[in-house]
């Protein structure tokens, strides 16, 4: 016999007589058979507990990783206008449903007209149809295609010509076409990124520069 089962044998025998000085007279012969089924299931009970499989933290890749594995880069002749149509197709059920666009469109000043900017302000805009009005570098005016990126400081649009084009949000004014509503955006209050932008307040009184 092993001295650990010698060990397990005393704990048990001291708990025992623990017990049988702690109950009334009459209740003494019946203490070992009381606990007899407890002390098995304890002899049986498996002495290693199964460690549980730690959960591998799942990292996100970060903006650095994700341009050095071309993520953001896109080449000039890679997409086809035809094939992004029914993203703006998808966009503009979007957009009509987030601004109620089938109602009217609220008046200037009004508090309404507070909420529909908010809300544009907030919206995606990928799949939108951008054009360039007004820009620091004259060579941007006239850009127009279907927005296929958005990220802090530009936006990528794919022209008719089948030309990928990354514009400066900065430097540009757009304009932005809702099915027959024509919405002008100064780029420099859209330089945030997209999932922030849909949590950030915009300021409803801003000076243009261009």
């Not at 890679?78 to 109620?100: F, Q, R």
């Not at 530009?154 to 076409?177: A, E, G, H, Q, W």
Request: net charge positive; hydrophobic share 35%; with cysteine.
């Amino acid at each position: 016999m092993s001295s650990e089962e010698n060990v397990d044998k005393e704990a048990i025998q001291a708990i025992v007589n623990f017990v049988k000085s702690n109950v009334p007279r009459s209740d003494v012969p019946n203490v070992e058979a009381e606990l007899k089924k407890d002390f098995v299931l304890a002899k049986r009970k498996s002495k290693t507990r199964k460690q549980k499989a730690k959960k591998k933290k799942i990292r996100n890749l970060t903006r650095k990783e994700k341009k050095s594995l071309g993520f953001y880069s896109i080449p000039r002749h890679s997409v086809k206008y035809a094939d992004v149509e029914p993203m703006n197709a998808i966009w503009l059920e979007y957009i009509t449903n987030m601004l109620d666009l089938d109602k009217e469109i609220p008046e200037l000043n009004s508090k309404s007209w507070e909420t529909f900017t908010q809300t544009l302000y907030k919206a995606d805009f990928h799949g939108s149809i951008l054009a360039v009005v007004r820009s620091k570098c004259p060579s941007y005016i006239g850009k127009k295609g279907i927005c296929i990126m958005d990220t802090r400081n530009t936006f990528k649009i794919v022209s008719k010509d089948n030309t990928v084009t990354t514009l400066p949000k900065r430097d540009c004014v757009f304009d932005m076409y809702l099915k027959k509503i024509k919405v002008t955006l100064f780029g420099k209050h859209l330089c945030v990124r997209p999932a922030e932008r849909s949590t950030k307040k915009f300021k409803t009184q801003l000076l243009p520069d261009l």
